[in-house]
């Protein structure tokens, strides 16, 4: 079945840098587009960034625009969510997500000083 694993998450101070994994199972992860969301206490959960299924393609939203980079590594079943000059309101939990609507456990992201 179709298994998405989360990682890279962590405690980071604003101005950090992360680089998130989402590690695909179970599927044909080459035929399909993949996401990033995120789900911050209180919040909705909100779309951050997609890429198509080649990556040559890519959508973020406004909020991160400039700040994030999505990529994927299709021999690696593997789609990555780079993130620099974290901000305070970016503290959520990331979760990917495939086109046919699976959803990953989630990796939780907090900026703080």
């Known amino acids: 079945q179709v298994q998405l694993v989360e990682s890279g998450g962590g405690l980071v101070q604003p101005g950090g840098s992360l680089r998130l994994s989402c590690a695909a199972s179970?599927?044909?992860?080459?035929?399909?587009?993949m996401s990033w969301y995120r789900q911050a206490p209180g919040k909705e959960r909100e779309f951050v960034a997609g890429?198509?299924?080649?990556?040559?393609?890519?959508t973020y939203a406004d909020s991160v625009k400039g700040r994030f980079t999505i990529s994927r590594d299709n021999a690696k079943n593997t789609v990555y969510l780079q993130m620099n000059s974290l901000k305070p309101e970016d503290t959520a939990v990331y979760y990917c997500?495939?086109?046919?609507?699976?959803w990953g456990q989630g990796t939780q992201v907090s900026v703080s000083s």
């Open positions: 997500k495939t086109a046919q609507g699976s």
């Open positions: 179970g599927f044909a992860f080459t035929w399909y587009a």
């Open positions: 890429i198509s299924h080649t990556g040559g393609n890519t």
